[in-house]
């Protein structure tokens, strides 16, 4: 049963033009969320976050939006650039027993067109 | 070095065989992760540390796999008698635990049994 679920397993965008990617989750007590960006052979990064009180947060040219009504954030990068190119991980921060879990979304590959 | 720190970060090995990986957090950080990628999916979480508390164990597959924190520090991990199925990244990620909730994650260690 996957708690976060990213849909699209990959997207490709022009460079220039804005890219969007989504992540969907199921569980309400979720409290904060990350983006994490991988490249190959590579550990991933930490993107963006936003906490679950806030709707939008922006960092240059990454904004993550929040609708918790429907459970769905998504990251717009405008405008997307070659290295952009990587595989995007959603995360969302939940509390259990032992303190704070992350889970993470199965990943969106992106590939930026130059 | 300043980030998360993961050795081997290539193994290859016989079924059947044990193997260790290790993770050297950052240092101060008091929560520790294990997750594990395997070919085409995404983060699979494993085990996390917190401190000095009861490690939450519930995403170690089976009873082969165990890990360890010692001192509140370095952390290995341990797969019994492994199986061609364990093949995978296995990446380790610490966190602060004053930190609102990013983690840092290590390179990884990639392992292939044979």
């Known amino acids: 049963d996957q708690q976060v679920k990213q849909n699209s397993p990959s997207l490709s965008v022009q460079e220039g033009r804005i890219s969007i990617l989504n992540c969907d989750y199921t569980?309400?007590?979720?409290?904060?969320f990350l983006w994490y960006k991988k490249y190959p052979a590579e550990g991933p990064t930490f993107l963006i976050s936003i906490s679950s009180i806030k709707d939008k947060n922006e960092d240059g040219r990454f904004t993550v939006f929040l609708n918790k009504s429907a459970k769905h954030l998504s990251l717009h990068i405008v405008p997307s650039q070659p290295g952009d190119s990587a595989v995007y991980f959603c995360?969302?921060?939940?509390?259990?027993?032992?303190?704070?879990?992350?889970?993470f979304g199965p990943g969106t590959r992106l590939s930026v067109l130059p | 070095g300043a980030g998360v720190s993961q050795s081997p970060s290539n193994k290859v090995t016989e079924k059947g065989k044990d193997v260790e990986l290790r993770c050297d957090p950052i240092s101060g950080h008091t929560a520790l992760y294990w997750y594990r990628q395997s070919l085409g999916q995404g983060l699979e979480f494993l085990i996390y540390?917190?401190?000095?508390?009861?490690?939450?164990k519930s995403g170690l597959p089976s009873d082969r796999f165990s890990a360890e924190r010692t001192g509140g520090s370095v952390s290995t991990l341990t797969i019994q008698r492994t199986q061609q199925e364990d093949s995978a990244v296995y990446l380790c990620?610490?966190?602060?635990?004053?930190?609102?909730?990013?983690?840092?994650f290590g390179e990884g260690s990639r392992l292939t049994v044979l």
């Open positions: 995360a969302a921060r939940g509390i259990d027993n032992y303190g704070q879990n992350f889970v």
């Open positions: 569980n309400s007590m979720f409290d904060y």
């Open positions: 990620a610490s966190r602060d635990r004053l930190n609102t909730g990013e983690l840092f």
């Open positions: 540390f917190q401190g000095n508390s009861a490690p939450d």
